[in-house]
């Protein structure tokens, strides 16, 4: 990068004093960014704007098929590594194009508008050419050329921002290069994120590269290089454990690491595994926040055969991510002979952009949960106490709304579309799970799934011939929280029905703990073969008037008849008078 002027190069020791801070004091809280990585030039305008900032709200994404990694290799023929004049016109023109939507479309300030490029332009000898060529486009756009440790820094930050408090091994697999670093949010180090940029490791192996090596007619020069990928996959991996004793630990215990994937490399690997996953259809098209165990995500030989057998469309997959799958491949099996014992592996959505945003955040911004930020006003937390109270004394676990953190949210929706029939209801929760917060931080697969159980049972569970497959694949990935996490959704969903019921607003819910009381015990069945949960609804006479009690049953009838037969989980409800 000898080219490059070294003023555009972004290094951790220059880092607080050449990226702009996010200042809660702007009157535009609009960011746009530009990142020109290997693969593509992806483009997205984001809305900072408080109480909501966590979330990072993307208003508008793009992305330019345009390889600057393929455009390097193809002019190298053993001399100089040079962008072609016809690539630094289309880059630049694409810039200009990307610099316009933002600020004359969208109103984003121009000092607000960011320009990073990664392995491409830190490898390119007229690099400054195509610096040069976009100051002409955009007079003072501004281009940062991120080291190595920096990008490290800003992918890892990205997938992290899909997490509350994440704890594991973050890998970043682009088109020139891939990143190891790992992150523990739980401790007491507020520069986490720096000291893992630190001692993490940039392989100049991505996808655009790899392919191209193994596509390589010397035979010799293939098993190097990929010898090179997977020694250097084991050192950054050993690097990691010696400058982290837990992940030491947790190398050598059987329960396994924790990774985290991002970088459209993995996002391809992550998409096909989804394609092949045992719940076909895989209800939740986006692949963010999709988890696998380990075992599932080293079938790397099934996977190769899926892409080379399967002619037609993989959702997630384009025809360049298809052609170097071979490639993604060699690098996840590095990665797996590398790490022992992985536990489960995530896919995340967030990458460059998101850590780009995430680093000019304060620290008390960039650590909170993001699902505070959807939680609605504490007056419903009421609600949520009542139902909790429906809960067995002696019950614990992540398997319902209150334990997934998604209380409140779903307290807020329980009176929402009163006017509309319970079985349009049911539907618009069902798929609730696909078409609200698609891509908002904090919701995991299995919590979509969550919610959506609980919400359409609150409308009775029963759905229309169309939604069965789907409310059949949600119960499946509920369940794969715990396995009694369907119905635990079923159940919670019908004592918010009965609440719905007896307090029709929602200015009533703020009373109904004056109405109601909830007891609930569960009794265990012989032989492993299920449980009863035994529910008595202590109701005040006034709020019983008129009100057919077998309605309030029904709903709990339903949860019983909807679990697998093979496994007897009912619930028994008595209804009494309120003392």
């Known amino acids: 990068m000898a080219a490059t002027a070294s003023v555009n190069l972004v290094t951790l020791d220059n880092l607080n004093e050449v990226w702009p801070r996010w200042d809660p004091a702007d009157s535009n809280h609009l960011y746009a960014l530009v990142d020109m990585g290997s693969n593509g030039i992806r483009f997205s305008i984001s809305d900072l704007s408080p109480p909501q900032t966590r979330l990072l709200k993307c208003l508008y994404q793009e992305r330019a098929a345009i390889s600057l990694f393929d455009a390097l290799s193809e002019s190298a ?43 491409a332009m830190r490898k390119a000898d007229n690099a400054a050419a195509m610096l040069q060529a976009i100051e002409t486009q955009v007079p003072g756009l501004a281009i940062k050329i991120l080291d190595p440790q920096v990008e490290t820094l800003f992918g890892s930050l990205g997938a992290r921002s899909a997490f509350s408090r994440p704890k594991g091994l973050f890998l970043d697999l682009g088109g020139g290069s891939v990143q190891m670093s790992y992150l523990d949010t739980t401790g007491q180090d507020a520069d986490y994120h720096i000291h893992a940029a630190q001692v993490g490791k940039s392989l100049p192996f991505g996808a655009a590269r790899l392919i ?28 990691l454990c010696e400058a ?16 985290y994937l991002c970088g459209g490399g993995f996002r391809g690997y992550g998409s096909m595994l989804m394609h092949d996953d045992p719940i076909s259809p895989y209800p939740i098209p986006a692949i ?8 599932f995500f080293a079938r790397t030989n099934r996977m190769l055969e899926v892409n080379t057998n399967f002619k037609n469309k993989v959702s997630g997959m384009s025809k360049r991510r298809r052609a170097q799958f071979p490639a993604i491949v060699t690098v996840v099996e590095a990665l797996i002979s ?40 504490a007056s419903l937390q009421g609600v949520v106490d009542l139902l909790s109270s429906a809960l067995p004394a002696d019950y614990s676990g992540p398997k319902t709304v209150f334990g997934l953190g998604l209380g409140r949210l779903f307290a807020s929706k329980i009176w929402s579309n009163t006017g509309d029939d319970a079985l349009t209801n049911a539907s618009a929760a069902l798929h609730s799970a696909i078409t609200e917060h698609p891509n908002c931080p904090g919701l995991s697969h299995a919590a979509r799934a969550v919610m959506a159980l609980t919400l359409c049972a609150r409308w009775g569970g029963s759905v229309t011939p ?14 794969t929280v715990n396995p009694d996490a369907a119905f635990w959704a079923g159940y919670i969903g019908a004592v918010a029905a009965a609440l719905a019921k007896l307090a029709p607003t929602a ?12 007891r609930s015990t569960v009794e265990q069945l ?15 006479e006034t709020a019983l008037r008129g009100i057919d009690t077998g309605d309030l049953i029904s709903s709990f009838e339903l949860v019983s008849m909807q679990m697998e037969q093979d496994s007897e989980k009912k619930v028994v409800v008595d209804i009494t008078a309120l003392p």
């Open 526 to 540: 012989d032989g492993n073969k299920g449980f009863r949960v035994h529910l008595n609804l202590q109701i005040g």
């Open 507 to 518: 200015q009533d819910a703020h009373q109904v703990g004056d109405k109601v009381q909830l």
């Open 466 to 479: 169309a939604d069965e497959q789907l409310l059949k694949n949600l119960r499946a990935l509920a369940d």
């Open 212 to 239: 191209r090596i193994l596509g390589h007619d010397d035979a010799d020069f293939k098993t190097k290089e990929v010898s090179k990928l997977q020694e250097g996959m084991k050192l950054a991996f050993a690097r």
């Open 288 to 295: 963010g926040s999709y988890s696998v165990s380990g075992e």
């Open 77 to 119: 023929s053993g001399g100089p590594l040079l962008f072609p004049d016809d690539t630094i016109t289309l880059v630049s023109q694409t810039l200009a194009r990307f610099n316009a939507i933002a600020v004359d479309d969208y109103g984003v300030p121009p000092h607000h508008v960011t320009v990073f490029a990664t392995e």
């Open 338 to 377: 590398a790490v022992p014992h992985i536990r489960s592996v995530t896919f995340c959505a967030g990458g460059n952009r998101e850590g780009a945003l995430m680093i000019r955040l304060p620290q008390e911004i960039r650590e909170s949960d993001p699902l505070d930020c959807l939680q609605p006003e």
């Open 244 to 259: 982290y004793p837990t992940l030491a630990t947790e190398s050598k215990d059987t329960q396994g690491i924790d990774i």
